[in-house]
């Protein structure tokens, strides 16, 4: 206790000896934090093998789903045709199988077309012979010739049967113009073929354009696309299996002293807490913007609109698994440690959270367990925004966002507590 | 209690009071009541075999690890009370590297600076200066985890100098570190104190000591067991001329090795 008395002026003569040489206080307490998150960024983007795992792995993944799911398109095929009827009648064949969904026309000559057949470079080939457009002129029913290898395919025979009916409905039209012009005359009023054909022709057009039949699409389920079950399993997985990891790097630097010698700067415990997060957050944020940015053009899943949504929703997101990481970082006492826990960590909670399957409906023990989850909560909202096209103003997305944010709030307050500088700190 | 064979200065020259420092880290007593001040512009160094409790004296001094009991005064400012203002005269140059690989040795210190209170275009500016101090100029862009053991250990010293500290701590600046570059962090250190900076320095080169320190305190088993000028220590076994400093650190510490329990 002998040397309390003496602080006094020891303090006095200190402040005198001092002078002015202290470097004055500057870049106030706002910056500091800033310019934490930038070096851990840097550190991101200067990392190859963090970037391999947070940017290539991800991006394996989706290339993955586009193999699952790619298969999933529209009938597409082409209809190779040789056209050897000089008339109109086939060119308008011809016309209307190219403006059938889902077929294009590739128009061969007859040779070419043996010999694609001959090497199986296609399966199969319609021929419209000469004299079609006269046959079905003079109401005799028209020659259509099939040339296939085997079955022809399955692509060949759709197109075939398209073909087919096609043809009917040619032939059909010239042979109700030719009727009509024998009814005309019947009656007593003659008019000229051609006047009629032209004028028939412009009834059945119209009838095309306007189909009197509707079709009403009815989805079952809500847009089943797999995508808009997968991309959001996909994202919260990755943020928090990338901002869990963050910790391990923060353990290092526990133990390397590194957070210790920035101590003896002006930084203070709660600066450095804040900008390591910071740096967290936007780390995360470049990952799922790059996934997201990736997944847009290939799956063709959002508008500018949801885009935006779901990108400030991942940013939720990306906020609370920062914080995770954070209390990793704050009670692991090794490397390896933060390592396990976050591996482990990520592994249960995307798995009861929902990520590979989905357990909105979840009841009982797993209902209960899947909502403990900070995947649930995010995988509900994104499948909301994506595949539901709901907003941010809807109540359940709002529910959601106000879950993560209570799961931020928390493990902020956690890894305050208890995050330590030094290794030896308690 | 300090052996008490320093030269006594009169208090108010003292940069730096020291008084009846205490660490126990869970029973085991690191630090045993340590007492000293270091004046103004003087090198100190603070020698001692391993395990004597070096760098907890300094970890404590440079207001990172909490003390037990007693305290230490820089410039006025108590590391218990205040330890904020304390940081604000100090440098630390941590016995471990404390750094950040990935980064280059340019990004080291302006890190290391900004956090200190410089704006970005005099950490800019610092650094290189610095860099240039420690003889890495021409590979300030180049990545730290490149350079070979030497360079780190330099980077490590110019990142403790970017805030220009009044006090600067140096926990075996020169381990692993080849002649030449010794020879230039020396005549670097040199060049401080002649700035005026204050040092405290521990290394287990006892040569090392004898040239740079103006006075010298040994340590053992967490307590200081000599305190004097290189050449008064020598003065107490013989001739100061044929003795070496190392034979009064042997004298004074035993030959007996410390990880031999
Ligand atoms: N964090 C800690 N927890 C427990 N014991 C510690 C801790 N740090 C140091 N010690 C113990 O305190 C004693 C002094 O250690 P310190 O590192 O201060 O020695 P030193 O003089 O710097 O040694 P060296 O020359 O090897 O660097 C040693 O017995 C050491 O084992
Ligand atoms: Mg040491």
Redesign the pocket.
């Given at each position: 206790m002998g040397h309390e008395d003496t602080r006094g002026d020891m303090r006095e003569c200190g402040a005198v000896a001092t002078g002015g040489r202290a470097v004055p206080a500057r870049g106030g307490v706002g910056v500091r934090p800033l310019v934490v998150a930038g070096k851990e960024l840097k550190t991101y983007l200067l990392d190859v093998q963090a970037l391999f795992f947070s940017l290539a792995l991800p991006l394996l993944l989706v290339g993955l789903m586009v193999a699952a799911f790619g298969g999933q398109d529209e009938f597409h095929a082409t209809a190779y045709v040789v056209n050897l009827d000089r008339g109109e009648v086939g060119a308008d064949l011809v016309a209307r199988l190219d403006a059938a969904p889902g077929i294009e026309v590739e128009l061969l000559d007859e040779g070419t077309a043996a010999r694609r057949l001959d090497r199986s470079q296609i399966l199969c080939a319609i021929v419209i012979p000469p004299g079609f457009s006269d046959d079905v002129k003079a109401g005799r029913p028209p020659e259509l010739i099939i040339r296939r290898r085997g079955t022809g395919g399955r692509e060949g025979q759709i197109v075939v049967s398209y073909a087919l009916g096609l043809t009917r409905e040619v032939a059909g039209e010239h042979l109700v113009a030719g009727r009509v012009t024998e009814v005309l005359a019947g009656m007593g009023r003659p008019a000229a073929r051609e006047t009629v054909d032209a004028r028939v022709a412009a009834l059945f057009a119209e009838a095309r354009a306007e189909p009197p039949v509707e079709v009403v699409e009815e989805a079952v389920g809500a847009r089943a696309e797999p995508v808009a079950i997968y991309l959001p399993g996909l994202v919260s997985m990755f943020a928090l299996f990338s901002l869990t990891l963050v910790s391990v790097g923060i353990v290092e630097e526990r133990k390397k002293g590194t957070l210790e010698r920035l101590m003896t700067t002006r930084l203070t415990r709660g600066e450095l807490l804040t900008g390591m997060w910071l740096g967290s957050i936007g780390r995360g944020l470049l990952q799922i913007l790059f996934l997201l940015g990736v997944a847009w053009p290939i799956f063709r899943i959002f508008t500018p609109a949801s885009f935006a949504r779901v990108v400030a929703f991942s940013a939720l997101v990306v906020v609370s698994a920062a914080g995770i990481g954070l209390v990793i970082a704050a009670l692991a006492r090794t490397a390896e440690q933060a390592n396990w826990i976050a591996v482990f960590f990520t592994m249960v909670m995307t798995t009861l959270g929902g990520s590979f399957f989905d357990v909105s409906g979840a009841r009982g023990v797993l209902g209960v367990a899947s909502r403990l989850t900070y995947n649930f909560w995010a995988n509900d909202g994104l499948r909301r925004l994506i595949a539901r096209g709901e907003t941010l103003a809807s109540p359940a997305v709002l529910t959601d966002m106000a879950v993560l944010a209570g799961i931020a709030v928390v493990s902020w307050a956690v890894a305050a507590a208890f995050f330590r500088v030094r290794a030896?700190e308690r | 209690m300090a052996a008490g064979t320093g030269q006594v200065h009169e208090r108010g020259d003292a940069f730096v009071e020291v008084r009846e420092l205490r660490k126990v880290?869970?029973g085991?007593t690191?630090v045993d009541g340590v007492s000293f001040t270091i004046q103004r512009g003087e090198i100190f160094g603070l020698l001692?075999p391993?395990?004597?409790?070096?760098?907890?004296?300094i970890r404590m001094m440079a207001t990172t690890l909490p003390v037990t009991s007693g305290d230490v005064i820089v410039a006025g400012h108590s590391v218990h009370d205040d330890p904020a203002a304390v940081r604000r005269h100090i440098g630390v140059c941590p016995?471990e590297l404390a750094l950040y690989p990935e980064l280059s040795a340019l990004d080291n210190l302006m890190f290391f600076g900004l956090m200190g209170g410089l704006t970005r275009a005099e950490a800019r500016s610092r650094a290189m200066e610095n860099l240039e101090l420690v003889g890495l100029a021409d590979r300030a862009r180049h990545r730290v985890a490149k350079f070979s053991g030497g360079m780190k250990r330099r980077v490590n010293l110019a990142i403790a100098l970017m805030s220009r500290p009044e006090l600067l701590f140096l926990d075996?600046p020169t381990v692993g570190v080849d002649p030449q570059s010794r020879n230039h962090i020396f005549t670097t250190i040199e060049g401080l104190r002649d700035g005026g900076m204050t040092v405290l320095y521990t290394t287990?080169y006892m040569e090392e000591a004898d040239r740079l320190c103006d006075r010298v305190a040994i340590?053992d088993a967490g307590r200081i067991v000599a305190l004097d000028t290189p050449h008064n220590l020598k003065a107490r076994l013989g001739d100061p001329e044929k003795v070496t400093l190392e034979d009064v650190f042997l004298h004074l510490t035993g030959r007996r090795l410390r990880d031999e329990g």
């Open positions: 030896d | 880290f869970d085991i690191a001692g391993n395990g004597a409790g070096k760098t907890t004296t016995q075996e287990h340590m």
